[in-house]
Nanobody, 120 residues
Framework: QVQLVESGGGLVQAGGSLRLSCVFSGSLFSINAINWYRQAPGNERELVAA???????NYAYSVKGRFTISRDNAKNTVFLQMNSLKPEDTAVYYCDIRGITAWGQAYNYWGQGTQVTVSS
């Protein structure tokens, strides 16, 4: 049973910082990438940041230079450090893991999300 548990969300003033964590557990054979998505009310879910199994990172243009994704392999944890937060960063943030099973099937697991609210 694969589980992803996000934490670290909350209410912060504009210009502040938050650090989100995603702890994952279970049988994950070959992880290709771990991603952070976000979804604001009325908007589609959008990719915020991604980190591959090789450690390469990618960011949405809107967060580049402000957010940093990192991974602690020993703790099965992915972090999203969010600095210089803006009101438009307000959303539910989701952790997502994608990979391939031992039988060659793609998998995709999501966490339950954590709310980030940035006040102006």
């Amino acid at each position: 049973q694969v589980q992803l548990v996000e934490s670290g969300g909350g209410l912060v003033q504009a210009g502040g910082s938050l650090r989100l964590s995603c702890v994952f557990s279970g049988s994950l054979f070959s992880i290709n990438a771990i991603n952070w998505y976000r979804q604001a009310p009325g908007n589609e879910r959008e990719l915020v940041a991604a980190i591959t199994s090789g450690g390469s990172t990618n960011y949405a243009y809107s967060v580049k230079g402000r957010f940093t994704i990192s991974r602690d392999n020993a703790k099965n944890t992915v972090f999203l450090q969010m600095n210089s937060l803006k009101p438009e960063d307000t959303a539910v943030y989701y952790c997502d893991i994608r990979g391939i099973t031992a039988w060659g099937q793609a998998y995709n697991y999501w966490g339950q999300g954590t709310q980030v609210t940035v006040s102006s």
